[in-house]
């Protein structure tokens, strides 16, 4: 009887005891060794970004539709002045994006008239920047919207004239070689380090009517709306993905 109770009891807490005897070090990984990054500090670009726009006075990084960019710089920010929209000279894919930015501290419209100009993931996918700081519109065309496409989760805008970010994480689509659609792009973002946009499936390319669709593409650039208010903006920087 004794003897047949040890036999119990063994069986019982022997998977146990094994579980312990485990060697933790078989499940360490040391094949992947993360590349360092310097974080910035106070708010500057981490040491890996590639720097679209710091505080600075030049536009040597964009571009015009048609030509060099014409917005306006003016203490270390620029300026959009209704001389049409700008690009990056150079193209991105799946990328992490910050870009600061703030409307005019007058309200001097309302709806989507107010504080208006957008961010354009790869040229095509706007996400939408707005005064939406108490100003009613659409959900999906507010700040912080994939336009007319997803409204944000919530709205996180400060007020009119203070500064404001969105951190973007981004995932272009994909096309096979006949230029199907195999993956659709996806948008993840924060606006103020809140999470408004999370892992969004976009739909297609941004159309103010109808619906939207995807015509195959490689990299683009980034390009930044006029939509003819005085929006200014100060750093803008992207890492590759
Ligand atoms: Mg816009």
Redesign the pocket.
């Known amino acids: 009887m004794r003897n047949l109770l040890i036999a119990v009891l063994s069986a019982l807490l022997l998977p146990l005891g094994s579980a312990f005897a485990q060697d933790p070090a078989l499940t360490e990984d040391w094949s992947f060794k993360p590349p360092v990054v310097t974080p910035g500090k106070n708010q500057k670009p981490p040491s890996d970004a590639i720097v679209l726009f710091y505080r600075g006075r030049d536009l040597a990084n964009w571009e015009g539709r048609e030509g060099d960019p014409q917005w306006k710089t003016r203490c270390r920010r620029m300026i959009v002045n209704g001389t049409g929209d700008i690009r990056t000279k150079e193209s991105f894919g799946d990328c992490q994006l910050h870009i600061e930015f703030r409307s005019p501290r007058r309200v001097e419209s309302e709806g ?1 008239g107010r504080g ?3 961010v354009y993931m790869q040229s095509l996918y ?1 996400v ?3 005064d939406s700081y108490e100003n009613e519109t659409y959900g999906n065309g507010q700040a912080g919207s994939v ?1 007319k496409q997803a409204a944000p989760l919530v709205n996180s805008s400060r007020k009119p004239g203070k500064w404001q970010s969105y951190d973007i994480i981004y995932h272009a689509p994909k096309f096979d070689e006949a230029g199907n659609l195999t993956d659709p792009a996806t948008i993840t973002m924060f606006h103020n380090g809140v999470l408004i946009q999370d892992h969004f499936v976009i739909q297609g390319g941004t159309v103010y009517a109808g619906e939207p669709t995807y015509q195959a593409h490689g990299e683009l650039p980034l390009l930044l ?1 006029d ?1 003819g208010n005085p929006v200014q903006y100060r750093n803008i920087w992207i890492r590759r993905l």
């Open positions: 989507q208006n100009s957008g706007e939408q920047i707005l336009y709306q939509h």
